[in-house]
C-alpha cells in the first residue's frame, strides 16, 4: 500500500539532487571551489564505484576518481541537461578515465570485481544506463563475495574474459583438472547462495 509514496519520495529525492548538482556545476564553471567541494561531497561514493569496478584496485580508482574531478571542473561550462542528469555525465566521465586506466594496466591480477565492470562498462554506452547499471550491480557483486578470491578470479576468466578451462590453467598453472573442479564447486555455491525469491 505504501509503494506509492515511496517510489514519489526517490524520484523528488533524485530531482533534488539533480538540481543540487546542477547549481553546483554552474558554479563550477564561474571558478568557485566551494561548489566543487560539495560537488564532491555529494557524487564521491558513485564516482569511486564506478571506477573501482573497472580498474579493480583501489590505488588506480583514487587516481582515477582524482582525474574525473579535475575533468569536472574544468569542464563545467560544457555540462548542459540535454546531455542528460549531471550524475550520469559525470559517471560518464569515470567510465571513460577508468578504462583509459584500465586498458594501461598488466591484467595479471585482475580481480572479478574488474571484469564484471568492464563488461558493465561495455554495456553501458548511454550515460542513464550506465547510472542504472552501478545501481543494479550491487547485488551481484555481494554474490560473489560468497566464494574465495581465487574461486572469483576463475569466475571471472570463464565467463566475463570468456578463457576457456585449458587457457585458465595456462594463465593460472593451475592442472586443468583443478581448474574444472573449482569452476563447478564455485558455481555450485553461487547458486545455492542465490535468494529463493531470485531463483528461477
Known amino acids: 500500500m ?3 509514496p515511496q517510489t514519489g519520495t526517490l524520484c523528488d529525492d533524485n530531482e533534488a539532487l539533480d538540481a543540487r548538482l546542477m547549481q553546483w556545476l554552474e558554479e563550477m564553471a564561474t571558478g568557485s571551489e566551494y561548489a566543487l567541494s560539495d560537488f564532491y561531497d ?8 564506478v571506477a573501482i569496478r ?7 580508482a583514487e587516481d582515477v576518481v582524482t582525474d574525473v574531478y579535475h ?9 548542459s541537461r540535454e546531455r542528460g542528469r549531471p550524475l550520469a555525465w559525470l559517471l560518464t566521465i569515470c567510465r571513460n578515465r577508468a578504462l ?3 586498458r594501461h594496466e598488466s591484467a595479471a591480477a585482475r580481480t572479478v570485481e574488474a571484469a564484471a565492470a568492464q563488461q558493465l562498462s561495455d554495456a553501458a554506452d548511454e550515460p542513464e544506463v550506465l547510472l542504472a547499471s552501478v545501481e543494479e550491480g550491487d547485488a551481484v557483486h555481494a554474490l560473489l563475495a560468497t566464494i574465495s578470491t581465487e574461486d572469483r578470479q576463475l569466475i571471472a576468466l570463464a565467463f566475463f574474459k570468456g578463457l576457456t578451462h585449458q587457457q585458465i590453467a595456462e594463465v593460472t598453472a593451475m592442472p586443468l583438472g ?3 573442479s573449482r569452476i563447478r564447486r564455485a558455481l555450485n555455491s553461487l547458486s545455492e547462495a542465490v535468494p529463493m525469491d531470485l531463483r528461477v
Open 178 to 180: 583443478t581448474v574444472k
Open 71 to 79: 575533468d569536472a571542473w574544468n569542464n563545467a561550462a560544457t555540462y
Open 100 to 102: 583509459d586506466r584500465y
Open 2 to 4: 505504501d509503494s506509492g
Open 42 to 49: 555529494a557524487t564521491l561514493g558513485k564516482v569511486y564505484g
Open 54 to 60: 573497472i580498474v579493480g584496485d583501489a590505488a588506480l
